[in-house]
Each structure stands twice: as C-alpha cells, then as structure tokens.
C-alpha cells in the first residue's frame, strides 16, 4: 500500500467510527456509547426506543427485576445480574431496573 492509499484508508475509518458514535439516535430513552458497546437507559412507561451501533434497540416491557427487550429484530429477556444473551450479532445484559429506568448495556459479540 502507498501512503495515500493508507491515509485514504485510515481517514475512511475514523469517518465509520465517528459515525457510529454520533449516529446515535434515541426516544424516551439515553446512551452512552463507545467504539463497540452501549449502555441504554430506557424510561420506563414509555415507548422507548434507541438506534445504536447500527441497529435498533427498543425497551418492550418489564415485570419485577426482568425487562424484555429486542434488539436488531431479536427479543430476549434478561434479569439483572444475569449473564449477557446473544440478540443476533449483539450481546445484551440487563444492568438495573428501577420505577422510572432501565439500565441495558448492549455490545458487539467478539466472534
């Protein structure tokens, strides 16, 4: 590779990065983002929603201390301290469930 070509390629990269850590976009609910993980606070009593990592997560109910949500088209339910559940190319943990929030960290999986 030249050296243009290498710059081309590492500038391309950052611009996917950025993107991806920009591009997020929510409703009733907050993230907070890194190159390849989430952490998601749903509101609770809403239709919360949030589009991360390039896919779509979306809160879809909670009883006691298991919430249900559905991430890229999968839905899983997850209790809090439970080891992460695979939804299609993502991992998803359930880290607290509150009267007014759900705490969901979603990451890529590594393999």
Same mark, same amino acid.
């Given at each position: ?11 391309a ?17 907050k ?15 809403? /239709? +919360?929603? &949030? ?7 979306? #809160?879809? !109910? =909670?009883? %006691?201390?298991?919430?249900? $949500?559905e ?10 301290? /439970? +080891?992460? &559940? ?7 943990? #359930?880290? !607290? =469930?509150? %009267?007014?929030?759900?705490? $969901? ?7």
């Amino acid at each position: 590779m030249t050296i243009r070509s290498r710059t081309a390629a590492l500038v391309a990269a950052l611009a996917l990065a950025l993107a991806g850590l920009t591009g997020c976009e929510s409703e009733g609910a907050k993230t907070d983002c890194s190159l390849d993980s989430c952490t998601v606070t749903f509101d609770r009593g809403a /239709e +919360a929603r &949030a589009s991360v990592l390039g896919v779509e997560a979306k #809160l879809v !109910s =909670v009883q %006691d201390d298991k919430a249900t $949500v559905e991430v890229a088209g999968e839905q899983v339910t997850l209790a809090v301290g /439970e +080891a992460a &559940a695979d939804a299609g190319d993502f991992q998803v943990s #359930l880290q !607290s =469930v509150t %009267d007014k929030e759900v705490v $969901v960290k979603i990451g890529r999986s590594g393999g």
